[in-house]
């Protein structure tokens, strides 16, 4: 069974592009979370998703950051307009409901240029 | 609103002695407090996790974490450390979405 799968796992941008970051959850996991690392800090939650549906997303800048979880494919963390302040590790995760354990893919490490 | 501190940023223990890493939280409810250890450039992996029942949790790698509710603290240790166990640590809570600690780095020395 794999686990949460993440691409790419390091992705370069130059300021004013677009940054598309994707998540597979584990197999019969429907719930996905993303969160944001900064370098020297923990892990902030950004959004929780179901299929189809956004379930919480207060933790998403209001400007710029979008996400989605489509019936078929993977979730989609997207940011538009990259600055040099969107450089940080962006780690999904899924469960298979809540609350439960999540597991977590080895992250998409941004850098923005 | 809920929220974790871990109180200490960086650890320095010798191979074989015990470890112990401090996490207080505040949670309006029964709180789900997890551990999550994380290598360099890598994704997090649970270590353990508590939602109910037995204070005392045991986990993967040797780890176990004692759940005081008096003292809103979910304390990780482990009695020997390996060289292995060099890596930084997360204590976090939550039902739905979890809030983390700063992270703790764990230097083993030889």
């Known amino acids: 069974n794999a686990g949460v799968m993440q691409n790419p796992r390091h992705l370069v941008r130059r300021r004013g592009q677009e940054a598309r970051l994707r998540c597979s959850p584990m197999k019969g996991h429907s719930h996905v979370y993303w969160y944001r690392q900064l370098p020297e800090e923990g892990l902030k939650f950004m959004v929780y998703l179901q299929k189809e549906n956004i379930i919480d997303e207060s933790g998403m800048p209001k400007e710029r950051f979008s996400a989605e979880f489509p019936k078929e494919g993977p979730s989609i963390l997207r940011i538009q307009q990259v600055v040099r302040g969107d450089s940080a590790a962006y780690f999904c995760?899924?469960?298979?409901?809540?609350?439960?354990?999540?597991?977590f893919g080895q992250g998409t490490r941004l850098t923005v240029v | 609103a809920q929220s974790v501190t871990q109180p200490d940023i960086h650890i320095t223990v010798s191979e074989g002695a015990s470890l112990e890493l401090r996490c207080n939280y505040s949670y309006g409810a029964t709180p789900y407090l997890f551990w999550y250890v994380q290598s360099p450039g890598q994704g997090l992996q649970l270590l353990l996790k508590?939602?109910?029942?037995?204070?005392l949790v045991q986990g993967i790698k040797g780890f176990e974490a004692e759940f005081k509710r008096s003292q809103s603290s979910f304390n990780l240790r482990k009695p020997s450390v390996h060289w292995s166990d060099a890596d930084e640590y997360f204590c976090a809570v939550g039902e739905v979405k979890l809030s983390f600690g700063a992270g703790t780095t764990v230097t083993v020395r030889a």
């Open positions: 508590y939602f109910s029942g037995d204070t």
């Open positions: 995760a899924s469960s298979p409901g809540t609350p439960s354990e999540a597991f």
